[in-house]
């Protein structure tokens, strides 16, 4: 809403601003809605729903006038949208975004590297998602089981020789089928 407050202070009647704000709070849950339902992504939502309010102040006395607030914000909002996607045609949303070729042994690869962990000891296990998935420091990792800082970096030295023996041949198996 900070988009809001500064248009409200830039003008206008203290009377009208104060009864635009009461509008714009009551109205933006529904109008929020409605944008994502019609670009069906709550950051884009949250700009056209802005984008409104923002030509609805402009046009205050004239909207107040108006036989339905509501449906003159609703006209406002699809206008916003229709707006938005004539100047987007160049541009590719990162969810429309194809993805990158996926090599057929990727599914192979993950499962072996699955099975692998699997292969490891509990703590084993947990240190090594700790610090590479979860990319907790040495320090952190040690924190979060109760052990030394030593003790993480045996063990997760004695866990990626596992791992490496482990899918050695798992990997040397999908590389040439």
Not at 13 to 30: C, D, K, M, T
Not at 143 to 149: F, K, W
Not at 167 to 175: K, N, P
Request: glycine share 6%; with cysteine.
């Amino acid at each position: 809403m900070r988009t809001l407050k500064s248009t409200l202070a830039r003008g206008g009647s203290a009377e009208a601003r104060e009864r635009f704000r009461e509008y714009a709070v009551g109205a933006q849950p529904h109008l929020r809605r409605s944008a994502y339902l019609l670009c069906g992504d709550w950051h884009t939502a949250e700009d056209l729903v802005q984008t409104t309010f923002g030509r609805l102040f402009r046009s205050w006395p004239k909207v107040m006038r108006a036989d339905s607030v509501d449906a003159y914000a609703r006209t406002v909002l699809f206008r916003a949208f229709l707006d938005l996607k004539k100047k987007d045609r160049r541009t590719v949303a990162l969810d429309d975004a194809p993805e990158p070729a996926a090599r057929p042994d990727d599914a192979d690869l993950r499962l072996a590297v699955r099975n692998a962990l699997d292969t490891l000891p509990p703590r084993a296990r947990a240190v090594v998602v700790l610090r590479y998935w979860e990319d907790l420091t040495v320090e952190q990792t040690a924190d979060a089981l109760g052990v030394s800082a030593g003790t993480v970096k045996s063990q997760t030295s004695r866990a990626i020789a596992m791992l490496r023996q482990h899918l050695g041949s798992a990997v040397g198996e999908l590389i040439h089928d």
